[in-house]
């Protein structure tokens, strides 16, 4: 295994770590959503975005914009690793004083983009934002994290309709695909298939990845996948719970905590899975 | 009055916008389909890479106007009120209140005076709405020249602000001289007996109220109550300790606007007797502008007979 996909990998498996221990301190939060996301997560801060820790407000930065904000865990977990703060801080998760909240705070948390967690408007914020890097000619590219439910939103619409009339080709969105939602499977609540035709269908370039394959993660987000004039949406086909097998699939794990005996299991599972990607290679 | 100038509170907003954008490279504008009306047409006319119509979608321009807000822009989003507060005022709580963004969303079409569009283009809510969205300021302008005097203030204040605007054609009580701040109120007319405070079109009625108020020997104080948050405190409790009861007017509907921002006030720092002139707590209907405001308690009489009343219950209250 090449080294860089190695690296990524266990960078995966520490976010998700991270995410079981600041989870069971807090004692509430989203489990899956946010496990499911993490390998997209570490690829994002650990490879392909230009940001500074030191200097999170960096003008010509790439920014990340997690939409679905209830996933924060694996955001935190990723803006500690990356050294925006101590890692200390991930233990206050929810808690009284934290700069982390429930849901993001771009005016508690350092490196967090825009506040968010009522859905789609993160995505429409990053279309702003998009535009405001266009009408300066700044390099950066504007990355966004819809999850699936969340396409049931009108306003996501809106976005989608609005950022390919503006051409926005610094634009890009990563749609966390793993099929549930709080109350069962996105396809039973309300079908958001064919998702890749409607996004196709809306202007935008789309990619149909698997969202735990570091290589294709990395290859869809290549700058060279982008053409001129058009955003691009990636459909990451991803499983919820990803990484720790009794939450892996199971729609009870959307918004829930472990306790700290589930903890236990999860971290034994996951420390097993850092310890044979170490030796692998 | 019936020669004086008149000109709409939109008309002025769009004309001081692009005064604003030839100075202020900084400043975006983002409509939703209405620029005609907002007439933010005129700022795309002369600056068109820095006007985007969203199309219409008011909750995606709300957020989007925050987005461009976090690049260092200073976007103006305009839209009908009952759009702009209304239908998109989770996006303007989320996306610009908890963000504190330095986004200025200037709506017009605010209260009945819409006239002929109906009750579903009106909007007599919407200073409610904005007023409980914390980081959240509120301003009313009573004509053309405070108008532009707010905008140009709006672009300079650090934060999130909601500008009131209406549709009709009315007349320009002001002149170059007069002073806008934001969170302050000013005292039109000074007076001994009854205080009234109003904001927007309806600071012209409560002027022609206060003539006949005079003609009934009554010295009536008059304060232009155009910033309703933050409230200038100092100005509406030295008026009323004066002359010791009060008539809130607006064309709002009297639960959540200024009359209730000034219950407030009063009912914490200085019980007194105080009436609401406003839209009771109805939707309104199709009809010319004008007969609205009769029609719906919004004229210099009701003014009139809102500050006699507000008067009998200081006197009785002796």
Known sequence: MPDKIKELKIKATQLRIDIIKMLSAAGSGHSGGSLSAADIVACLYFSVMRHNPQNPRWEERDRFVLSKGHACPVLYAALAEAGYFPKEELLTLRKLNSILQGHPDMNKTPGVEFSSGSLGQGFAAAFGMALGYKLDNKPGRIFVMLGDGECQEGIVWETAMGASHYKLDNLTAILDYNNLQIDGKVSEIMEIAPIVDKFRAFGWTVYEIDGHNIEEILWALSTERIVAGKPTMIIARTVKGKGVSFMENQVDWHGKAPTPQEAELALKELYEELERLKEDG | ?318
């Open chain 2, 1 to 318: 009055m019936a020669e004086q100038a008149v000109k709409s509170t939109r008309r002025a907003y769009g004309e001081a916008l692009l005064e604003l954008g030839e100075r202020e490279e900084r400043v975006v504008v983002l409509d939703a389909d209405l620029s005609k009306s907002t007439y933010t047409n005129l700022f795309a006319k002369r600056f068109p890479h820095r006007f985007f119509n969203m199309g219409i979608s008011e909750c995606k321009m709300i957020c989007c106007a925050a987005g461009l807000a976090t690049t260092g822009k200073i976007p103006f989003a305009s839209s009908f009120a009952v759009f702009a507060a209304g239908r998109a005022w989770e996006m303007v709580r989320l996306s610009i209140g908890y963000t504190n963004l330095n986004v200025k969303i200037a709506a017009s079409h605010a209260g009945i005076s819409v006239g002929e569009d109906g009750p579903t283009h009106h909007c007599a809510e919407d200073i409610a709405l904005m007023r409980v969205i914390p980081n959240m300021s509120v301003l009313v302008p009573a004509d053309a020249i405070e108008t532009r005097k707010m905008v140009f203030a709006a672009a300079e204040w650090e934060g999130p602000i909601y500008i009131r605007l209406g549709r009709p054609d009315i007349p320009i009580l002001f002149d170059d001289s007069y002073r806008f701040q934001i969170g302050k109120a000013y005292v039109i007319k000074e007076g001994k007996d009854v205080s009234i405070f109003a904001c927007g079109l309806m600071v012209w009625q409560a002027i022609e109220a206060l003539e006949l108020l005079e003609k009934e020997g009554i010295d009536a104080e008059l304060v232009n109550v155009s910033t309703v948050k933050p409230l200038d405190e100092e100005t509406i409790l030295r008026s009323l300790s004066k002359t010791g009861c009060a008539v809130s007017v607006e064309e709002h509907n009297i639960i959540g606007g200024l009359g209730s921002a000034i219950a407030e006030l009063i009912g914490e720092k200085l019980p007194a007797p105080l009436e609401r002139v406003g839209i009771r707590d109805r939707f309104a209907e199709s009809a010319n502008w004008k007969e609205l405001l009769k029609k719906y308690n919004l004229s210099p009489q009701d003014i009139r007979d809102s500050a006699i009343r507000a008067l009998r219950r200081k006197v009785e209250k002796r």
